[in-house]
């Protein structure tokens, strides 16, 4: 099994910085893909990036261009750099992990929350 903890969330002014990261233990060998997502109060939960093992990335187009990610596969870990923070970031940030145990799974982190404020 694979298990997820996210940290580094907090209150910023628009237009500052936040570094999330997300620390995976169990089975970090089986990990394929990391990605983060997130939810703001009366929406859906959505996708902000992921990553692959090989580094392959995909981002929402809203945080093209602020946000990156990155990951540590030796380490199990994952991070987003976002940059340019904008009001409308201010969500619950959750990490995810795709892996493969028995059968294909995925786990969540607890969440983090990141507010921006105006």
């Known amino acids: 099994q694979v298990q997820l903890v996210e940290s580094g969330g907090g209150l910023v002014q628009a237009g500052g910085s936040l570094r999330l990261s997300c620390a995976a233990s169990?089975?970090?060998?089986?990990?394929?893909?990391m990605g983060w997502y997130r939810q703001a109060p009366g929406k859906q939960r959505e996708l902000v990036a992921t990553i692959t093992s090989g580094g392959n990335t995909n981002y929402a187009d809203s945080v093209k261009g602020r946000f990156t990610i990155s990951r540590d596969n030796g380490k199990g870990t994952t991070y987003l750099q976002m940059n340019s923070l904008k009001p409308e970031d201010t969500a619950v940030y959750y990490c995810n992990a795709d892996y493969y145990y028995f059968a294909a799974r995925h786990s969540w982190g607890q969440g983090t929350q990141v507010t921006v404020s105006s």
């Open positions: 169990g089975r970090i060998d089986r990990i394929n893909a």
